[in-house]
């Protein structure tokens, strides 16, 4: 057998790939882990949307072939969630939406739409590793914008070479922000529309935590911007606000142009998602508020239970106030990987390594807050045992 292909070969196994088989492995050992790693909804899926899928489930025509692109009515209820919660009203169902297999599979695949040998794209850092790897994959390389806790995790525009700005293909954005838990406001894309616009650059603003917020901050989407439509795409997801990672549905959003180049693509490589999810999705859609207020209620609780247990042990920190995570330092003495291993040697407690979302995560770790809140009470309690009071 020949050699498999250097795009593969050269991109690194995914993040959570290695982590989820060492809390296997310690499980199967009989280890009691309290996994605050990969960010995956520990709640249902809201009973009406389950209820949908059934009946949906026993339509014949939805037994068939979906379209790549989505079906229209699908594409219609993001148009109109987008209308409501945003006040985006122009999107157009038939030419600015496209269904996705899960907003990880359109982000992916944005890359391979724009992206050829020698390219470049302006990519967060820390970030979601699918902007990276989809770079990568599609043959680009990626200039790194460093996210520092100086600025707020928002990137520095004005800092990045001109010659970079002006080859750019893609701008990659993300608020509420994984893995930081940082927001941003209008202002901040207002300047990032502006200097996509200048430098000819496709923004692609993932928007996965745009419900998963606290303390009564709204997230704002890019097209609320005006003139964001002819230079910029959203990614959305159903999987964070409606406990639906397992179901793989999402959307992009926005600019004709690259929605158009995707479904090409897609209808190439996938044949879309299941109708019957598509149905259930847009029970969500149309009465979000409900299963969100619920859903960040809890997730509020947790990050409370979190960040006062680190502020006990001497971690300085701000209550994230959108996304469930919490975006901490590491302590003196330790760096990201050798803090990992510290806490599940000593506790069995599993958080991230920051320096798994890019160099500039090194020094930081992330802690997911998709366990109950009892487990993160014990998570915490057995940090404060292994730890005691830390320092920076
Ligand atoms: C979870 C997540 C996604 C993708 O979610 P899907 O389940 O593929 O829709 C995209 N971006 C970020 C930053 C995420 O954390």
Redesign the pocket.
């Known amino acids: 057998m020949k050699s498999f292909a250097m795009r593969v070969q050269n991109v690194a196994p995914y993040l959570f790939a290695g982590i989820e088989k060492r809390v296997a492995d310690a499980k199967a050992a009989g280890a009691d882990i309290i996994s605050l790693g990969i960010?995956d909804p520990d709640l249902p899926t809201p009973q009406l949307i389950i209820d949908e899928l059934c009946a949906q489930a026993k339509v014949t025509a939805n037994h068939q072939y979906p379209s790549s692109l989505g079906m229209h009515c699908f594409r219609q209820a993001v148009a109109d969630y987008y209308a409501r919660r945003f006040g985006v009203t122009e999107l157009d169902a038939s030419t600015e939406v496209c269904a996705l297999i899960?907003?990880?599979?359109g982000?992916a695949n944005m890359n391979y739409c724009w992206v050829d040998a020698g390219d470049i794209n302006l990519i967060p850092d820390p970030g979601?590793p699918v902007y990276a790897g989809g770079t990568e994959m599609a043959g680009g390389s990626c200039y790194r914008m460093p996210l520092l806790a100086e600025n707020g995790f928002l990137p520095d525009l004005d800092a990045i070479p001109p010659e970079v700005a002006a080859r750019a293909k893609l701008l990659w954005l993300?608020y509420p922000n994984?893995p930081t838990g940082a927001v941003c406001d209008l202002d901040f894309l207002e300047r990032a529309v502006a200097f996509a616009r200048r430098n000819d650059i496709l923004l692609c603003h993932?928007s996965?935590y745009a419900e998963i917020t606290y303390d009564g901050y709204v997230a704002p989407s890019i097209l609320q911007i005006p003139g964001a439509k002819e230079i910029a795409v959203e990614f959305g997801?159903c999987?964070?606000p409606f406990n639906m990672?397992g179901w793989r549905i999402?959307y992009a959003v926005g600019n004709a142009v690259a929605i158009q180049a995707l479904a090409r693509l897609k209808s190439n490589l996938d044949s879309g998602v299941f109708q019957a999810v598509q149905y259930a999705a847009i029970k969500g859609l149309q009465q979000p508020e409900r299963i969100i207020a619920d859903n960040c209620a809890r997730y509020a609780a947790r990050r409370n239970i979190l960040v006062d247990g680190l502020r006990r042990m001497g971690w300085r920190l701000e209550y994230p106030k959108a996304t469930f995570y919490v975006w901490a330092p590491v302590p003196k003495g330790f760096n990201s990987a050798s803090f990992a291993e510290f806490l599940f040697d000593r506790t069995q407690v599993v958080i991230t390594p920051g320096n798994g979302y890019g160099r500039y995560g090194e020094g930081y770790f992330r802690a997911a807050l998709t366990t109950e809140e009892s487990r993160l009470a014990e998570a915490v309690a057995r940090m404060e045992q292994a730890l005691g009071q830390v320092e920076f």
């Open positions: 960010g899960g907003s990880k599979e982000i979601y993300n994984n993932d996965a997801s999987s964070k990672t999402g």
